[in-house]
C-alpha cells in the first residue's frame, strides 16, 4: 500500500532534492546576470517554478542562498553578520579573526576562486565587487559618521583582500602559516587604523 501513497516520504524528499538543485541553477544564472543587487529570492523562486517560501526554507536567506549558489561554506553569511556585532570598537579584530578562520576551514575558498578568475572574467569581478560591496564594504561605511567613511571602509577591503591574496593564493611566509590569533592580534589593529 506504502507504494500508492501520493505524499511518502521518498517522494518527496526526491521533489525536494530536484526543487534544491533547481533553485541553485537558477540562482547562479541570475546572480551573474543581473548581479547580486538586482537578483531576488522571488526572481529566483518564480524561474525556478517554486514557491519563495522554498528558497527561504532550504537557504535560509538571500545570503545563504548567494553563498550556496557561488560553493561558498554556509558558514560565510553568519560569519559576516558576527563582523558587525558590537560596533567600531575591536572590529578590526574581529573582520580579521572571521576571514582567516573561515577561510581556513574552507577548502571551496570561493572569494578566492573569483578572485582568481575576476581579471579575464568580467562578470565575475563585477559580482565580487557588488558582493563585498554590499556586505562588507557599504555596511562598514554605514556605521561611520565620517565624510570620507567609504574612503576608509575601502582601505579595509584593501587590507582584507591583501591579506587574503598573501595567504591564500600566493603563500607569502610567514602569514601563510601564522596562526589565526597572531594574525588577529597584529593585523587587526591595521584594519581597525583603516576605519577608525
Not at 580579521?96 to 574552507?106: A, H, K
Not at 559618521?145 to 610567514?174: K, N
Amino acid at each position: 500500500m506504502a507504494e500508492h501513497a501520493p505524499f511518502g516520504r521518498p517522494g518527496r524528499w526526491r521533489s525536494g532534492a530536484e526543487s534544491k538543485r533547481r533553485i541553485l541553477e537558477t540562482a547562479r544564472a541570475l546572480f551573474h546576470r543581473h548581479g547580486y543587487a538586482g537578483t531576488t529570492v522571488r526572481a529566483v523562486a518564480a524561474e525556478a517554478g517554486v514557491d519563495p517560501a522554498m528558497v527561504f526554507y532550504f537557504f535560509g536567506t538571500k545570503q545563504g542562498l548567494f553563498a550556496a549558489a557561488l560553493d561558498m561554506s554556509a558558514q560565510v553569511p553568519s560569519a559576516i553578520e558576527s563582523i558587525f556585532t558590537g560596533g567600531v570598537d575591536g572590529i578590526g579584530v574581529r573582520i580579521v579573526r572571521t576571514l582567516v578562520e573561515n577561510l581556513d576551514r574552507s577548502d571551496r575558498a570561493p572569494l578566492m576562486t573569483l578572485t582568481r578568475s575576476a581579471p579575464t572574467d568580467g562578470r565575475s569581478e563585477a559580482l565580487l565587487r557588488e558582493y563585498i560591496d554590499r556586505e562588507i564594504t557599504g555596511r562598514l561605511a554605514a556605521m561611520l559618521d565620517t565624510p570620507d567613511a567609504a574612503m576608509r571602509a575601502g582601505m579595509v577591503s584593501v587590507q582584507i583582500l591583501g591579506l587574503a591574496v598573501v595567504r591564500y593564493i600566493v603563500r607569502i611566509e610567514p602569514i601563510a602559516s601564522a596562526p589565526v590569533d597572531e594574525l588577529a592580534v597584529r593585523f587587526g589593529p591595521l584594519v581597525q587604523r583603516c576605519l577608525t
